[in-house]
């Protein structure tokens, strides 16, 4: 939702530790190695092997700390 994408953008853009927010399909967006994945209500738009998938690559993406 590239709206919100840029309301979230304003919002904390100025922040020395700024988040980097993403726009793409998360079946096939890269996950860079991370301390925290948000997901809010986007599950249950895709099927469960998707969901299974995508879960297991969070699971990569995140480091010790994660």
């Known amino acids: 939702m590239p709206r919100d994408l840029q ?3 304003a919002a904390v853009g100025s922040l020395p530790l700024a988040p980097r927010f993403v726009c793409a399909d998360m079946r096939e967006a890269a996950l860079p190695d991370c301390d925290l994945v948000i997901m809010l209500d986007v599950l249950h738009y895709v099927d469960l092997a998707a969901q299974a998938a995508l879960l297991a690559r969070v699971r990569a993406a995140l480091g010790t700390r994660g």
Do not use: L, P
């Open 7 to 9: 309301r979230a953008r």
